[in-house]
């Protein structure tokens, strides 16, 4: 069953902190180059095979003990947070064209584009804290690639009009702030018992 809240709260957490990634930017570089649809089918392949790959990773650090699991995903939550706050500003990155603009050659490289950025990445490390914190795969599963998802959307359709209005450092502070309640709390959870 599908837990609503856990499903918000992983949207909203990996929403936050994938909006001051890089591949929001690449993903706004190829969505003002190509059909926006094409560029956000690859996207959206890569991010789905991402957040898979977390899930399960989160959900065999729950076969540990869940005072361990606590502290762990803490400590993770935390250094998070210190990276967004102490990350420097991405240079765009160049995206090189396809010769041609079918949807195989413009969905593939969106797809590899995102499948090399974010392998290993700040989200897809989340997404494994949040599957070990939750113990619900599905909710946590389904609220990480509707969080990204969603910043790519906004990064290929409406990308360069939000970061007119929304100062990007802003945008990282509240997604550390959000990290930084969480690795708090799973901390207190960890000592507490």
């Known amino acids: 069953?599908?837990?609503?809240?856990?499903?918000?709260?992983?949207?909203?957490?990996?929403?936050?902190?994938?909006?001051?990634?890089?591949?929001?930017?690449?993903?706004?570089?190829?969505?003002?180059?190509?059909?926006?649809?094409?560029?956000?089918?690859?996207?959206?392949?890569?991010?789905?095979?991402?957040?898979?790959?977390?899930?399960?990773?989160?959900?065999?650090?729950?076969?540990?003990?869940?005072?361990?699991?606590?502290?762990?995903?803490?400590?993770?939550?935390?250094?998070?947070?210190?990276?967004?706050?102490?990350?420097?500003?991405?240079?765009?990155?160049?995206?090189r064209r396809p010769q041609d603009q079918s949807f195989w050659k413009v969905a593939g490289t969106g797809f590899m584009l995102i499948l090399v950025a974010e392998f290993g990445d700040l989200t897809q490390i989340m997404t494994a804290n949040l599957a070990a914190r939750y113990d619900d795969p599905l909710s946590v599963g389904l609220g990480a690639v509707l969080g990204l998802w969603a910043v790519a959307g906004l990064g290929i359709v409406g990308g360069k009009a939000l970061m007119k209005r929304v100062p990007l450092g802003l945008i990282t502070k509240i997604a550390a702030l959000v990290m930084l309640t969480l690795g708090a709390w799973t901390l207190y959870e960890a000592v507490a018992g």
Do not use: C, N, W
Not at 11 to 18: P, R, S, Y
Not at 47 to 61: C, I, P, R, W
Not at 83 to 91: A, Q
């Open 1 to 95: 069953m599908i837990s609503i809240t856990v499903l918000a709260l992983v949207f909203g957490v990996i929403f936050l902190a994938e909006l001051p990634d890089k591949t929001a930017l690449a993903g706004l570089v190829l969505g003002t180059r190509y059909r926006a649809s094409y560029v956000f089918a690859g996207v959206a392949a890569a991010f789905t095979l991402h957040v898979v790959l977390a899930v399960a990773a989160g959900s065999a650090l729950t076969l540990l003990p869940q005072r361990l699991v606590h502290a762990l995903t803490g400590v993770l939550f935390l250094g998070g947070a210190a990276m967004l706050l102490l990350k420097k500003g991405d240079e765009d990155e160049e995206v």
